[in-house]
């Protein structure tokens, strides 16, 4: 049984910054990608961030390159997402997802486990 517990949301203001956490439980982190999503109030679940099984590969939304930074911590279980010059528009709920592979997603149905959930809210 995989738990996945997110952490680090918050409420900031624009051009601030936040770094979430993801850790994980149960089936064997280390040889598995990771990605991070977010959805808004009305909007689809959209993909954000994701990292591959050793961390030696990642991928990011347009939205948030140069801004956002995955990174991963595979003797602590957990995965961060550095999130820098935060704007209004990345307010969303933020989602840890883990893949049943070593290779990246950019696609919510290349995740097999999901966490909750942590608030993101960026203030104008």
């Known amino acids: 049984q995989v738990q996945l517990v997110e952490s680090g949301g918050g409420l900031v203001q624009a051009g601030g910054s936040l770094r979430l956490s993801c850790a994980a439980s149960?089936?064997?982190?280390?040889?598995?990608?990771m990605g991070w999503f977010r959805q808004a109030p009305g909007k689809e679940r959209e993909f954000v961030a994701a990292?591959?099984?050793?961390?030696?590969?990642?991928d990011y939304a347009d939205s948030v390159k140069g801004r956002f930074s995955i990174s991963r911590d595979n003797a602590k279980n957990t995965v961060y997402l550095q999130m820098n010059s935060l704007k209004p528009e990345d307010t969303a709920m933020y989602y840890c997802?883990?893949?049943?592979?070593?290779?990246?997603?950019?696609?919510?149905?290349?995740?097999?486990?999901w966490g909750q959930g942590t608030q993101v809210t960026v203030s104008s």
């Open positions: 997802a883990q893949s049943l592979y070593m290779s990246t997603s950019v696609a919510a149905t290349g995740y097999a486990y």
């Open positions: 149960g089936r064997a982190f280390s040889s598995v990608a």
């Open positions: 990292i591959t099984w050793s961390g030696r590969n990642t």
